[in-house]
Protein backbone atom coordinates (compact mmCIF):
# COMPACT_ATOMS: atom_id res chain seq x y z
CA UNK A 1 0.00 0.00 0.00
CA UNK A 2 1.46 3.55 -0.73
CA UNK A 3 -0.80 5.75 1.21
CA UNK A 4 -1.26 7.89 -1.87
CA UNK A 5 -4.87 9.22 -2.68
CA UNK A 6 -6.77 7.00 -5.56
CA UNK A 7 -6.43 10.21 -7.83
CA UNK A 8 -3.07 11.08 -6.95
CA UNK A 9 -1.35 12.69 -10.49
CA UNK A 10 1.70 9.88 -10.44
CA UNK A 11 2.64 8.35 -14.12
CA UNK A 12 5.52 5.73 -13.58
CA UNK A 13 6.88 3.97 -16.75
CA UNK A 14 9.52 0.74 -16.43
CA UNK A 15 10.87 -1.24 -18.62
CA UNK A 16 12.58 -2.47 -22.36
CA UNK A 17 12.17 1.23 -24.27
CA UNK A 18 11.35 0.58 -27.94
CA UNK A 19 10.57 3.04 -30.93
CA UNK A 20 7.10 2.13 -33.00
CA UNK A 21 7.13 4.77 -35.97
CA UNK A 22 7.45 7.57 -34.21
CA UNK A 23 6.25 6.96 -30.86
CA UNK A 24 7.96 5.51 -27.54
CA UNK A 25 6.77 2.17 -26.57
CA UNK A 26 8.21 0.40 -22.92
CA UNK A 27 7.26 -3.32 -22.42
CA UNK A 28 7.29 -3.56 -18.89
CA UNK A 29 7.71 -6.31 -16.53
CA UNK A 30 4.50 -8.79 -17.71
CA UNK A 31 5.35 -8.27 -21.22
CA UNK A 32 2.69 -5.55 -22.09
CA UNK A 33 3.85 -3.12 -24.42
CA UNK A 34 2.23 -0.03 -23.42
CA UNK A 35 2.50 4.03 -25.23
CA UNK A 36 4.85 6.27 -22.96
CA UNK A 37 2.86 9.00 -24.66
CA UNK A 38 -0.32 8.09 -23.86
CA UNK A 39 1.02 7.88 -20.15
CA UNK A 40 1.98 10.97 -19.94
CA UNK A 41 -0.70 12.88 -21.87
CA UNK A 42 -2.76 13.49 -18.88
CA UNK A 43 0.18 15.30 -17.17
CA UNK A 44 -0.09 17.88 -20.24
CA UNK A 45 0.37 21.36 -19.34
CA UNK A 46 0.62 21.00 -15.17
CA UNK A 47 3.24 21.73 -13.55
CA UNK A 48 5.83 18.27 -12.79
CA UNK A 49 8.53 17.06 -11.30
CA UNK A 50 9.94 14.69 -13.77
CA UNK A 51 12.70 11.85 -14.23
CA UNK A 52 14.12 9.60 -16.87
CA UNK A 53 16.48 7.47 -16.50
CA UNK A 54 18.25 4.07 -17.40
CA UNK A 55 17.37 1.31 -15.32
CA UNK A 56 19.81 -1.90 -14.98
CA UNK A 57 18.15 -5.33 -14.00
CA UNK A 58 18.58 -6.18 -10.36
CA UNK A 59 20.65 -7.55 -9.21
CA UNK A 60 22.76 -5.12 -12.36
CA UNK A 61 24.68 -7.18 -14.47
CA UNK A 62 28.13 -5.42 -14.23
CA UNK A 63 29.27 -7.67 -17.03
CA UNK A 64 27.36 -5.97 -19.45
CA UNK A 65 27.17 -2.31 -20.84
CA UNK A 66 25.00 -0.17 -18.19
CA UNK A 67 25.18 -2.98 -16.16
CA UNK A 68 22.40 -4.44 -18.55
CA UNK A 69 20.63 -1.45 -18.85
CA UNK A 70 21.71 -1.14 -22.82
CA UNK A 71 19.67 -3.54 -25.05
CA UNK A 72 21.59 -2.89 -27.87
CA UNK A 73 24.17 -5.58 -29.50
CA UNK A 74 27.98 -4.47 -28.80
CA UNK A 75 29.28 -1.16 -31.12
CA UNK A 76 25.39 -0.38 -31.86
CA UNK A 77 24.19 1.88 -28.88
CA UNK A 78 23.46 5.36 -30.08
CA UNK A 79 23.81 7.00 -26.76
CA UNK A 80 27.53 6.53 -24.93
CA UNK A 81 27.55 2.59 -24.34
CA UNK A 82 30.44 1.75 -27.18
CA UNK A 83 32.31 4.68 -25.48
CA UNK A 84 31.56 4.20 -21.98
CA UNK A 85 30.14 0.72 -20.75
CA UNK A 86 28.92 2.28 -17.24
CA UNK A 87 27.13 5.31 -18.65
CA UNK A 88 23.84 5.69 -17.38
CA UNK A 89 21.37 8.23 -18.44
CA UNK A 90 20.02 10.55 -16.13
CA UNK A 91 17.43 13.36 -15.97
CA UNK A 92 15.32 14.90 -13.76
CA UNK A 93 13.60 18.53 -13.87
CA UNK A 94 10.55 20.52 -13.22
CA UNK A 95 8.52 22.56 -14.98
CA UNK A 96 5.13 22.54 -17.08
CA UNK A 97 5.12 19.86 -19.07
CA UNK A 98 4.10 19.86 -22.99
CA UNK A 99 5.22 18.94 -26.73
CA UNK A 100 7.23 20.63 -29.28
CA UNK A 101 5.43 21.26 -32.55
CA UNK A 102 7.75 18.23 -33.76
CA UNK A 103 6.03 16.05 -31.20
CA UNK A 104 9.04 16.16 -28.90
CA UNK A 105 8.30 16.09 -25.24
CA UNK A 106 9.35 19.22 -23.35
CA UNK A 107 9.46 20.85 -19.74
CA UNK A 108 9.19 25.05 -19.86
CA UNK A 109 10.58 25.67 -16.59
CA UNK A 110 9.59 28.39 -14.19
CA UNK A 111 11.86 31.19 -15.78
CA UNK A 112 10.47 30.30 -19.27
CA UNK A 113 13.26 28.16 -19.98
CA UNK A 114 11.98 25.22 -22.24
CA UNK A 115 14.48 21.94 -21.79
CA UNK A 116 14.20 18.57 -23.82
CA UNK A 117 14.22 15.66 -21.10
CA UNK A 118 15.88 13.71 -23.48
CA UNK A 119 13.51 10.20 -23.74
CA UNK A 120 15.73 9.59 -27.27
CA UNK A 121 18.45 7.71 -24.75
CA UNK A 122 15.85 5.49 -23.49
CA UNK A 123 15.05 3.81 -26.51
CA UNK A 124 16.77 0.41 -26.49
CA UNK A 125 17.58 0.02 -22.70
CA UNK A 126 15.56 -0.85 -19.84
CA UNK A 127 14.40 2.10 -17.98
CA UNK A 128 12.15 3.98 -16.00
CA UNK A 129 10.20 7.40 -16.32
CA UNK A 130 8.27 9.10 -13.46
CA UNK A 131 6.09 11.91 -13.70
CA UNK A 132 4.45 13.79 -10.89
CA UNK A 133 1.93 16.70 -10.74
CA UNK A 134 3.36 19.62 -9.05
CA UNK A 135 0.19 21.17 -8.29
CA UNK A 136 -1.47 17.86 -6.46
CA UNK A 137 -3.15 19.34 -3.44
CA UNK A 138 -4.93 15.98 -2.13
CA UNK A 139 -8.30 16.69 -3.11
CA UNK A 140 -10.53 13.82 -4.00
CA UNK A 141 -10.29 11.07 -1.82
CA UNK A 142 -8.60 12.54 0.72
CA UNK A 143 -10.25 15.13 1.45
CA UNK A 144 -13.83 13.25 1.35
CA UNK A 145 -11.91 11.44 3.89
CA UNK A 146 -10.90 14.62 5.99
CA UNK A 147 -14.57 15.61 5.91
CA UNK A 148 -15.77 12.53 7.41
CA UNK A 149 -13.32 12.42 9.90
CA UNK A 150 -15.03 15.65 11.29
CA UNK A 151 -18.77 14.40 10.72
CA UNK A 152 -17.70 11.61 12.74
CA UNK A 153 -16.06 13.69 15.61
CA UNK A 154 -19.11 16.15 15.59
CA UNK A 155 -21.17 13.07 15.93
CA UNK A 156 -19.06 11.51 18.83
CA UNK A 157 -19.37 15.16 20.60
CA UNK A 158 -23.01 14.91 20.21
CA UNK A 159 -23.28 11.12 22.36
CA UNK A 160 -20.30 12.37 24.96
CA UNK A 161 -23.01 15.64 25.77
CA UNK A 162 -25.86 12.90 25.95
CA UNK A 163 -24.59 11.00 29.13
Known amino acids: MTGLPLDFPLVICEGAFLNSGERLHYVDGSGVTASLSAALEPMIGRPVRLSAHHFPPNPPD ?3 RGAGACLWPPGAC ?3 HNTD ?3 MYSYTGAGVLGRKRDGRWRLTTDDGVVVDPGFEALYGHRARVVCVAADFTGGGAADSLVGRVGELKAALD ?5 S
Open 62 to 64: LTR
Open 78 to 80: PVG
Open 85 to 87: AAW
Open 158 to 162: RLRGM
